[in-house]
């Protein structure tokens, strides 16, 4: 065991390194499996929608100037010469002083404007309509070009898709979608004191927590996990593991290593192999702080803390960044995925760091309260009773009760 | 075309019968696959976590008492006996002025009770260590309990499995859990007006929008969508794919009716299926007003808005937390799971009714503000452009601008 020295680096440049890293290529799916996928081109419609000028209400389309003046006490008197069928053009045009029955979404006859409300009209026999409220041009009308007008960029490449991008899709008449395909990001875990799930450890044994935690945030990131078990803490071991892993995956995680041994272990491993090029060896946050950056050939290689909490903080604040990158994501740090709310006790901490502080968000009349949630980062509980994560700037020494922070939830 | 008249209900009644509808089966999956799955069962810890005392820090495994008074200028003398291997049992106890070397994670040796850091120490040879700072008893420790303690409830049935809850339970040696099937959940959609995406509209038509945004919003709130496709304003068509439906799925929704003429079909269709129960129909919201939920059997039917902005909201707002109780989600409605923001214009509104705005967010100098989208319920741009929803009480008339509301945000 040697004394080590890291060289902190702020965040903002670990994020700078992003975009060295290649998205990865591009699929078509059916345009129902699209939901939560990264579009992978612009999305430019190609017709009017609705295409037609639609009614919004149910009641009689007319032309607006044969109902201007019309009152209560002084009703238009209109033809009626027709009714709209649904998802048909009406097949006579509406003439001054002629009014044809519409539903809600029929489409409006030549000629006709505007919509008269069913409740706004009286029907006085077959033909003859009488008129209470004057209506404007346009009134209770969507106009053809009113939702997409043709030529119109709708959605841009890099955005996620939402159920109403989907619908949008849908109505232009998209019944594949070409998005990117999700990054596969292999999992490592290593440390000898690590047994499998299934097995009951010894006195100095642990279950591999960080196999399992770290595959599920992977998905919720928008990867798919390959995991590739315990490795024992030796050098062939660690490195042919790696090897296979790169060649399979799009990002590898090795999580483990809390030890000064197993870090530098880690290290050499990622030194010995092809094309290799550590950029970080150390990142100024808490926890978290012995990350590791690597570049192996197009690939990013994290060394990730062994500690849950360490490992799980980093990767959902740090990693999961560069996972949106190479799924084709433009925003991957979605800004107001966070809530703000009122800090119940005084937090310390030092400048030139970044903290992340677990916390429970609790909510009283209204308001939220952020309580944080104390203990070491090996605890796996801190994180279970976590609703989310305070962050503590750099440049700040500390952070208030009865302050309001942001805080980003952890889902 | 007849005039209807709607029983206006307030959304807490409608929440009020959630409980009339029963969650759905249980079944086991491997914790690999459980994230965002229902927990069926209480976790219930077997052991302790870590289950023996275990250092934080690289360092040396001491007995506290034989640290104090040690400084700088006066270090306290140790013999060094051992060094504990990670994954195992030390090999020798640790006696009074003994150390044994000890890396992060190792298992603290019998007659330790702390942890010295490396950087406190310094070895002067192979068997004598000085040592500069003294220890408190459980320094750099964390005890064979701490983590968790056998016989603690650890997770309640009905939680949500995040990566962390995945975690725990590996570390618990649970290889598989049981959770709560994902509701299977029918998607039919009715109107002459309608086609499928794959066809070209003529004038009158439109292209089935809601499908595909209901399917992927039903994904989302944990269920599993089967779509039946579109079905044309006749009783006996919607009557027999209704009752196909039913039988298949665990809650149906019957999307489109805009029209008062559709609406009516939708009712009689409901009135006709065997052990049917109008339980609303009409709600007081906007957009949403004509939704009609029915119980047939001991499942739900919804008669959703045909307006694909009105669909989504009331799917968003109301029916999702339905399908979360059938998940068996005990807290399916996340309170937090919205932001506060600042109202960039007045908004109105009315007594006795709840709105839900379209609105963005835009952040400025780390200030949220909610930007109102205007537009009748029919236009799909609407929900793209909206990152969520402002609610607005029934009991106001309205919000002022500069007001600070909550925003739910539309994922």
């Not at 959605?155 to 939402?162: E, F, K, N, Q, V």
């Not at 290799?276 to 050939?297: D, E, M, V």
């Not at 604040?317 to 925003?331: D, E, Q």
């Amino acid at each position: 065991m040697t004394k080590e020295f890291f060289t902190a680096t702020p965040v903002k440049q670990v994020f700078d390194r992003i975009v060295e890293f290649v998205p990865v290529g591009t699929e078509k799916v059916p345009t129902a499996e699209t939901c939560g996928r990264i579009l992978a081109t612009d999305v430019v419609a190609q017709t009017h929608l609705p295409g037609f000028a639609r009614s919004t209400m149910d009641g009689y389309a007319v032309r607006a100037a044969a109902t201007f003046g019309a009152s209560e006490s002084s009703p238009a008197y209109l033809e009626i010469t027709d009714t709209v069928q649904m998802g048909m053009a009406a097949q006579a045009p509406v003439g001054n002083g002629q009014a044809a029955g519409i539903a809600t979404g029929g489409m409006l006859p030549e000629g006709a404007d505007a919509v008269v409300m069913l409740e706004h009209a009286a029907k006085l026999d077959e033909t003859a309509l009488e008129v209470y409220k004057s209506v404007a041009p346009g009134a209770n009308v969507v106009a053809a070009d009113e939702d997409v007008a043709a030529g119109q960029k709708m959605l841009a490449a890099g955005s996620r898709i939402r159920p109403q991008e989907m619908g949008l899709m849908a109505a232009l008449g998209m019944e594949t979608i070409r998005v990117f395909k999700k990054p596969v990001i292999g999992i490592i875990s290593t440390g000898d004191e690590l047994v499998e799930i299934g097995q009951t450890p010894v006195p100095g044994q642990i279950r591999d927590v960080n196999t399992y935690s770290l595959a599920g945030t992977v998905g919720q990131a928008g990867g798919i996990a390959r995991t590739y078990g315990i490795v024992a803490d030796r050098f062939d071991a660690l490195r042919s593991t790696c090897t296979r892993a790169l060649s399979e995956t799009d990002m590898l995680l090795i999580s483990g290593g809390s030890s000064v041994g197993t870090r530098d272990l880690t290290l050499e491993v990622i030194e010995s192999l092809p094309d290799s090029q550590i950029l970080f060896h150390g990142i100024p946050i808490r926890p978290g702080k012995p990350t590791i950056l690597a570049k192996i050939g197009q690939k990013a290689l994290w060394g990730l803390p062994g500690q849950i909490a360490s490992a799980m903080v980093v990767f959902d604040r740090i990693v999961a960044r560069f996972v949106g990158h190479i799924s084709g994501n433009a925003l991957s740090y979605r800004q107001h995925d966070r809530i703000t709310a009122e800090l119940t006790r005084n937090l310390s901490s030092v400048q030139g760091r970044t903290d992340y502080v677990r916390a429970r968000i609790v909510e009283d009349q209204g308001r939220f309260y952020a309580e944080p949630i104390p203990g070491p980062s090996g605890l796996i509980r801190t994180l279970v009773e976590a609703d989310g994560l305070i962050e503590i700037d750099m440049n700040t020494e500390g952070l208030e009760k009865g302050e309001t922070v942001f805080v980003t939830l952890l889902r």
